[in-house]
């Protein structure tokens, strides 16, 4: 094997696992040294932040703008739609925002870390009332803090800092648990807690090392027993989430990068977990701007679709939402993209007739 080439890992092309997308519309969120940061949606707005500090709202069907929300004074780092009404952004300002949408152009509920410290990541549990915020790593402490989501104050009412030795990139709650919480930091450790008592020591339940920065972790499977890993070495892993173990290390994705399948993988964007099918999907990008869906098995890689002519550059963030045959996509390019199921917007790759006829099952792991 040659050095600095990413192993190869088993691809296959199956474009019938999903429904066919194809671009709609793209829309120039302005114009000079720009770009889109993170995407978020619900049936009213697409909500796109950016690196001039701002948020913007858009009309989802026309992308025509109807608001723009300015706060944060530094980059900001998340956003997150909470039903059809609330928006909460976290920022190296120091802040977690709360939005109501339906009122003007201002915070209702700000949340503050103590001396300002830069936050990169945040979640709200599936109760609604605790907010857990993960900051920058200040000399030797990079720590979670927690909040009253409830409160009409800041106060803090946690902080843990023992756990991770870096920047905390991922703060994700378990979809049903309202109690357990994982994070994800570029120490390469994913901690998951039990928060029913509030003590760092003794709600540690499972440290798993990834050995590399931590890009993007989530809770997938049916009762959210799994958790994949995207590090930004570009490298995919799976694990239990009631152990330390790993399921699966695919290694670097790169390596799956594929000419005939008209494939080019050069970064994770994210994963998304598909309850109805059981299926777990990695989003991945081209430094040409290509969007690629690829079907996660539990030892290789399916090739669903490359949505290409939507972007020139790096793609940040996309949100799909496949109930509704729709995915947007923010990039470096500044550009959004409107993808749809549409007969008239999809192109039928020449690959999709001699693709074979036996869908694949879901996800299957025996642990």
């Known amino acids: ?11 296959t092309y199956e474009p019938r696992l999903i429904q ?30 950016a690196s001039n500090h701002e948020i913007k709202l858009y009309n989802p069907a026309t992308l025509t703008i109807k608001n723009v929300l300015k706060f944060h004074a530094n980059n900001i780092t998340q956003i997150k739609a909470h039903g059809e009404h609330i928006l909460m952004s976290s920022s190296k300002d120091g802040s977690v925002a709360v939005w109501d949408l339906r009122t ?3 915070p209702v509920q700000i949340f503050t870390t103590p001396s300002r410290t830069p936050l990169l990541s945040f979640d709200l549990n599936s109760s609604e009332q605790i907010l857990a915020a993960g900051t920058e790593i200040i000399e ?7 909040f009253d989501a409830r409160s009409n104050t800041s106060t803090v009412l946690k902080t843990y800092s023992e756990s991770h030795s870096d920047d905390i990139t991922n703060v994700k709650f378990h979809p049903t648990n309202p109690a357990r919480v994982m ?30 920065s931590i890009n993007r972790i989530g809770y997938f499977g049916p009762n959210a027993e799994y958790i994949y890993c995207l590090s930004h070495m570009e490298t995919l892993s799976l ?4 152990d330390a173990d790993a399921i699966h290390h695919f290694g670097d994705i790169r390596g799956v990068s594929n000419p005939t399948l008209g494939l080019t993988l050069d970064y994770g964007i994210d994963c998304q977990y598909e309850p109805d099918s059981g299926r777990l999907y990695l989003i991945s990008g081209s430094n040409e701007g290509n969007i690629n869906i690829l079907h996660v098995k539990a030892d290789s890689l399916q090739l669903c679709q490359v949505l290409n002519g939507g972007h020139s550059e790096i793609v940040r963030s996309t949100y799909w939402d496949s109930k509704r045959g729709i995915l947007f996509s923010g990039g470096e ?3 959004l993209g409107l993808w749809n199921t549409d007969p008239t917007t999809v192109a039928t790759s020449p690959l999709a007739a001699i693709a074979s006829s036996r869908l694949s099952s879901p996800l299957q792991i025996r642990v």
């Open 1 to 11: 094997m040659n050095e600095g080439v990413p192993p190869q890992i088993p691809i």
């Open 183 to 212: 994070t994800g930091a570029v120490d390469g450790l994913i901690c998951q807690f039990d928060l029913t008592d509030m003590d760092e020591d003794e709600g540690l339940l499972v440290v798993s090392n990834t050995g590399a």
């Open 140 to 146: 030797y402490d990079a720590s979670i803090h927690f």
């Open 104 to 106: 003007e152009s201002q």
């Open 239 to 242: 694990w239990n989430s009631d």
């Open 20 to 49: 066919p997308l194809g671009l709609k519309q793209s829309s120039a969120f302005s114009h000079g040294d720009i770009y889109i940061y993170d995407l978020a949606a619900n049936s009213s707005n697409l909500i796109v932040s």
């Open 333 to 335: 390019d500044a550009k």
